[in-house]
């Protein structure tokens, strides 16, 4: 791509998309920003945010001199991620908002709309990079292994990485936070955020009461012993520690309590004591929904690497189709909370050749799942 393409930058308000915007401009791209509205609801914290990320984004451009747009995807992403995630919470599975929201927002919402404003590609503030030629376009990791996120653009098609730019690829997050504040932008050392992406710094739960019924229930240990009460499974998922308001007792007296499975019929939350209970690993899994970056995806059984959520180490596997578009994944060492609905991705050294939806987890021996998969 010639350096004096017209790049439309996504700007957040966030550090990394304003030294995107930055860099791209010192290599002498028409540069232009585009700041998304995603979310509306009638929170006011919520709003004063959009409010305070929109003036960051502004005072990037201004510093750069570039003009800024806005645009409101809000309709869009409610109606095609945040139903379908609500409808998974439900199911009592676990979605990823926020590789939909790429998928459906960032490179299709985005793309689309910066393509009618005559922009010739798109950047992010993503760290990962995009290799290979025309039409057979690689997505790969970023030097930065900490804040790599090839696992989050996995559902990204030659058309989004022809089209897309990260020119973070090679940068580590000090030295982004380090050129941001030498080009004078107020955000440099803005907080990353954390969370799920249209819930934000929020308390869980309570959010997604608001969308979701309760439907409370017993917490039972894996001999059916009751233990306390759950506020409704689609408010827990696999692994989880944190809010289950368990104590010890003398008949189980020691380690802490962890979500091992989940009874959808029987409306239990099923708990086990240490935080590698058998209970909590799995030897496989079995997923749907397969995207592949090359457009085909492996048609044999092949050797792998694959990671179960962000950061996570990379985890040795055999990948094996079953012939319905579903494949197998078998682990060298089983994995801990292997969860449905959420993402499984998988790599060929430094390339991420693509993921799915875990649909199946396959339990150690001698443990059972009991509930979703």
């Not at 990948?319 to 060929?348: E, I």
């Amino acid at each position: 791509m010639q350096h004096t393409s017209r790049v439309i930058v996504g700007l957040s308000g966030g550090v990394d998309s304003a030294v995107s915007a930055w860099r791209l401009s010192r290599q002498g791209y028409r540069v232009e920003g585009l700041f998304m509205k995603n979310w509306e609801d009638d929170d006011t914290d919520s709003h004063c945010s959009a409010e305070a990320d929109f003036a960051d984004a502004r005072q990037v451009a201004d510093t750069l001199g570039i003009a800024l747009h806005r645009a409101n995807f809000a309709e869009r992403y409610r109606d095609e991620v945040f139903e379908h995630c609500l409808h998974e919470f439900r199911a009592g599975r676990t979605p990823n908002p926020d590789i939909l929201c790429n998928q459906r927002i960032k490179f299709r919402a985005f793309l689309d709309h910066a393509r009618r404003l005559g922009a010739d590609a798109v950047a992010t503030g993503h760290y990962a990079r995009v290799g290979g030629v025309p039409g057979a376009r690689t997505l790969e990791r970023a030097t930065d292994a900490d804040k790599d996120q090839t696992y989050f653009l996995y559902t990204l098609g030659q058309e989004q990485l022809e089209a897309a730019l990260f020119p973070l690829a090679g940068l580590t997050k000090t030295e982004v936070r380090a050129l941001a504040d030498q080009a004078g932008f107020e955000n440099f050392n803005k907080p990353d955020s954390t969370g799920i992406c249209f819930i934000g710094e929020r308390e869980f739960q309570s959010f997604l009461g608001r969308y979701i019924d309760r439907r409370p229930g017993p917490i039972v240990s894996l001999d059916g012993d009751v233990l306390g009460e759950h506020n409704g499974l689609a408010f827990y998922t696999l692994g989880q520690r944190r809010g289950l308001s368990l104590g010890g007792s003398a008949a189980h007296p020691g380690l802490p309590w962890y979500v091992a499975d989940k009874d959808m019929p029987g409306n239990r939350l099923i708990v086990v004591q240490g935080h590698d209970h058998p209970a909590l690993l799995n030897t496989g899994l079995i997923a749907d929904q397969w995207h592949w970056v090359d457009g085909q995806g492996p048609q044999t059984p092949i050797r792998c690497t694959a990671r179960l959520r962000h950061r996570q180490v990379d985890q040795p596997a055999r990948l094996t189709p079953l012939g319905d578009g579903r494949r197998r994944l078998d682990f060298d060492q089983p994995q801990r909370a292997v969860t449905p609905g959420q993402s499984v991705v998988v790599y060929d050294g430094v390339r991420c050749l693509g993921g799915g939806i875990i649909e199946t987890r396959m339990p150690v021996a001698g443990s059972a799942n009991l509930g979703v998969a």
